[in-house]
């Protein structure tokens, strides 16, 4: 339970980072991102765009939606630990996708340092789902989780947009 309980407030501190720091390094090296990915114009563009107060307004609308899942597990709803374990293992994804993102950028990236100290937890919570399902169930919990965290991202982005 209380790597449930943790949660929330884990995903607050990254995304925190995140959210301080996306624009003015979005700003500083876009030319250079420009330049090394020009095939990633569009979404560079994009994430430029994005000023803090829209990023922040996405975030928040992701941290509700987390809150919501948490809250599920703990009344203990039909299917929660399904539920929060797709997301959790989406919020894994994402945190690797930082590091690969780093890789590549050969540098710091927004979110790096949050989620190299998140790292040893996500293992924890990946270690916990994988003990409760078989590895079958675990893909399909992490594509779904996946695919619903990317559609809400859509959202959140949208709506951070229009705020």
Same mark, same amino acid.
């Given at each position: 339970?209380?790597?449930?309980?943790?949660?929330?407030?884990?995903?607050?501190?990254?995304?925190?980072?995140?959210?301080?720091? $996306?624009?003015?390094?979005?700003?500083?090296?876009?030319?250079?991102?420009?330049?090394?990915?020009?095939?990633?114009?569009?979404?560079?563009?994009?994430?430029?765009?994005?000023?803090?107060?829209?990023? !922040?307004?996405?975030?928040?609308?992701?941290?509700?939606?987390?809150?919501?899942?948490?809250?599920?597990?703990?009344?203990?709803?039909?299917?929660?630990?399904?539920?929060?374990?797709?997301?959790?293992?989406?919020?894994?994804?994402?945190?690797?996708?930082?590091?690969?993102?780093?890789?590549?950028?050969?540098?710091?990236?927004?979110?790096?340092?949050? !989620?190299?100290?998140?790292?040893?937890?996500?293992?924890?919570?990946? $270690? !916990?789902?994988?003990?409760? !399902?078989?590895?079958?169930?675990?893909?399909?919990?992490?594509?779904?989780?996946?695919?619903?965290?990317?559609?809400?991202?859509?959202?959140?982005?949208?709506?951070?947009?229009?705020?």
């Amino acid at each position: 339970m209380y790597i449930v309980l943790l949660f929330p407030f884990l995903f607050l501190l990254h995304e925190i980072e995140e959210v301080v720091v $996306q624009h003015r390094w979005m700003a500083l090296h876009k030319d250079k991102l420009l330049q090394r990915f020009p095939r990633l114009r569009k979404l560079i563009e994009y994430l430029c765009s994005m000023t803090t107060k829209a990023f !922040t307004v996405a975030t928040s609308e992701e941290l509700l939606l987390l809150l919501l899942v948490t809250c599920y597990v703990l009344v203990d709803g039909p299917g929660s630990f399904y539920v929060w374990s797709a997301v959790f293992i989406a919020f894994a994804v994402h945190l690797h996708v930082h590091v690969v993102q780093a890789v590549v950028v050969t540098g710091y990236v927004p979110g790096l340092l949050t !989620t190299l100290l998140l790292l040893p937890y996500c293992y924890l919570g990946l $270690q !916990t789902i994988w003990l409760r !399902t078989s590895g079958w169930e675990m893909l399909g919990l992490g594509i779904a989780g996946t695919l619903f965290i990317a559609l809400n991202l859509r959202f959140a982005h949208w709506l951070g947009k229009r705020v």
